[in-house]
């Protein structure tokens, strides 16, 4: 009996860490090479030449688009909130199964959201920011969106913090700065 209670528990364990392995947050950074509003998917091209199929859904915010209003986002009912083929743009998704569905899609082309480069000096994981010097020598802070600051520094290893360079993909709004999407160069 304790032998099938056990088991019962250890199923119970691994499939709860199944569940949350699919909620793990990714992101991909591309262009947009095709539009399918029957299913509503996007396909996203990245510089290697991989293509993911993101699927759009009712709760996918969308960043860097146009404001209400004009000719661009009167059109985003049919070109996915203002995406279209063309748009570069960073995915941010979930998995299941073999279906990546889009949490967040940042617009970072020349009418999306801002860029800029430069290179890490302090990550604060706790405050969540992000402070880069840039080219010119300016520092600049930015407030980590919530995938911003899961996905934070994943790939730049502990202690190099303040020697990897990045862009850093961000919006304004009130004089505040947030980052949505960093990169490393």
């Known amino acids: 009996m304790k032998n099938i209670i056990r088991a019962s528990v250890v199923l119970l364990l691994l499939s709860a860490f199944g569940w949350a392995a699919d909620d793990v947050v990714s992101a991909v950074h591309g262009t947009v090479t095709k539009v399918d509003a029957a299913t509503k998917t996007a396909v996203v091209k990245t510089k290697d030449g991989t293509e993911h199929t993101i699927k759009f859904v009712d709760k996918t915010t969308v960043h860097g688009?146009?404001?209400?209003?004009d000719a661009t986002a009167m059109g985003a009912k049919d070109s996915f909130h203002g995406i279209k083929e063309g748009s570069e743009v960073v995915a941010h998704y979930t998995v299941k199964g073999t279906e990546k569905t889009a949490v967040e899609v940042d617009d970072v082309g020349k009418d999306g959201i801002k860029a800029v480069d430069g290179t890490i000096t302090h990550i604060d994981r706790g405050a969540k920011t992000v402070a880069v010097k840039t080219a010119d020598g300016t520092e600049e802070t930015f407030k980590?969106?919530?995938?911003?600051?899961?996905?934070?520094?994943?790939?730049?290893?502990?202690?190099?913090?303040?020697?990897?360079?990045v862009t850093v993909y961000y919006t304004e709004e009130a004089g505040k700065k947030?980052?949505?999407?960093?990169?490393k160069l």
């Open 65 to 69: 688009v146009k404001a209400a209003g």
């Open 144 to 165: 980590l969106s919530g995938h911003a600051a899961d996905d934070a520094g994943k790939d730049i290893a502990k202690g190099t913090e303040k020697t990897t360079k």
């Open 178 to 183: 947030t980052a949505h999407f960093f990169e």
